[in-house]
Structure formats: C-alpha cells, structure tokens
C-alpha cells in the first residue's frame, strides 16, 4: 500500500512539474543552462533505476525501513512538492526549466527567498529523501538522498554564475545573507 500511495505522489509531481515547465519556456537563445536541466533529469533517472535494481538485491545487501519511518518518508515527499512548487510561484514570471537571465531580470526577495536562494530544489530535494525514506530499505534511502542531490548542486553553480553574471554585486550581496540549500547549513 505505502508504495502504491508513493507512486501515486510521484505520479502527481511529475505532472505538476511537466506544467511547470511547460508554462515557463523562454526561447533558447537566452539559455545559460550548460545541460543542468537534462543533468538534473539524468540523476533522477539514474537514482531510480539503482534504487530498483538495489530492491532486487533483497534484504540482505538493503536493510528494511520500519513502516513508521516509510509513512513518515511520504509526508516528506508531499512536502517537498508543496514547498517546491510554493517556490516557483513566488518566483513566478522568473522561473524556467532552463537557467536563462531574462530582460530586466529582478532578485525575488521574499517568501522562502528572504532564507534560501533555490528554495525549489530543497523542495525537490526533500521529497527525494522522502521516496528513499518510503522506499523498503536503507540502500534506496542513501541513493534518493544522494544521486539527486548532485544534479540539483550542479544545476545550483550554473545559476549561480550566470546571476553573478548578469546581476554582479547585487547578487553577491544577496548570496552573502542567504543560504543556497539548506537553512544554517549551506
């Protein structure tokens, strides 16, 4: 049941992301993205198919998660989507699946922007730990929290250098009384 539930969720995500980044296109002449959006897509990919392939390997190679931990995963999951998808609508007419700089680009200051400068991909990173944490065993969990992690701080240096780029000091100033990630921590 917990994982039928799990897909469900994922199922949800994917659709509101597909919209998302449907809504969102910018021509691909602004494009700064140096394939962080296809990386991110890659990793996620990459995570499932190895969480997959660790669920065969049995108990013996991935420790069971006790369902109260796999219950509390999907809460995570949920969350994170929500929190992700708070962030882009804060962000609004600035975000885009690829990191482009678009005319008369303006730093978002408020909601969890006032804390966080990718708030989006702490969401997504949160719920990626929530499906390892609702996955069967401890193996899944440290793939989901890892893989994932690395597309999304790949994505993160290339935004970064691009509005250090196009915004300079005030995006300097900006990164200095913020957190990239994760609140008190990175």
Same mark, same amino acid.
């Given at each position: 049941?917990?994982?039928?539930?799990?897909n469900?969720?994922?199922l949800? *995500?994917? &659709?509101?992301?597909?919209?998302? &980044?449907?809504?969102?296109? =910018?021509?691909?002449?602004?494009?700064?993205?140096?394939?962080?959006?296809?990386?991110?897509?890659?990793?996620?990919?990459?995570?499932? #198919?190895?969480?997959d392939?660790?669920?065969?390997?049995?108990?013996a190679?991935?420790?069971?998660?006790?369902?109260e931990?796999?219950? %509390?995963?999907?809460?995570l999951?949920?969350?994170?989507?929500i929190?992700?998808?708070?962030?882009?609508?804060?962000?609004?007419?600035?975000?885009?699946?690829?990191?482009?700089?678009?005319?008369?680009? %303006?730093?978002?200051?408020?909601?969890?922007?006032?804390?966080?400068?990718?708030?989006?991909?702490?969401?997504a990173?949160?719920?990626?730990?929530?499906?390892? #944490?609702?996955?069967?065993?401890v193996?899944? #969990?440290?793939?989901?929290?890892?893989?994932? #992690?690395?597309? =999304?701080?790949?994505?993160?240096?290339?935004?970064?250098?691009?509005?250090?780029?196009?915004?300079?000091?005030?995006?300097?100033d900006?990164?200095?009384?913020t *957190?990239?990630? &994760?609140?008190?921590?990175?």
């Amino acid at each position: 049941m917990i994982t039928s539930i799990v897909n469900g969720v994922l199922l949800i *995500w994917l &659709i509101l992301d597909v919209i998302a &980044i449907m809504r969102h296109r =910018l021509p691909s002449t602004q494009n700064q993205d140096k394939g962080s959006f296809r990386v991110i897509w890659m990793t996620v990919a990459v995570a499932f #198919l190895l969480a997959d392939t660790i669920g065969l390997w049995g108990r013996a190679w991935n420790p069971p998660i006790p369902t109260e931990l796999r219950i %509390a995963g999907i809460a995570l999951l949920v969350m994170g989507i929500i929190f992700r998808h708070y962030s882009i609508r804060v962000l609004g007419r600035f975000f885009t699946p690829q990191v482009v700089i678009q005319d008369q680009h %303006a730093l978002v200051r408020h909601g969890p922007y006032r804390w966080l400068r990718h708030p989006s991909y702490t969401g997504a990173w949160i719920a990626f730990i929530g499906v390892g #944490l609702s996955s069967r065993g401890v193996l899944s #969990l440290l793939v989901f929290t890892i893989i994932p #992690l690395t597309g =999304l701080l790949y994505r993160i240096r290339v935004e970064e250098y691009a509005f250090h780029r196009a915004l300079g000091t005030a995006y300097d100033d900006y990164a200095k009384s913020t *957190w990239r990630l &994760i609140p008190f921590v990175y």
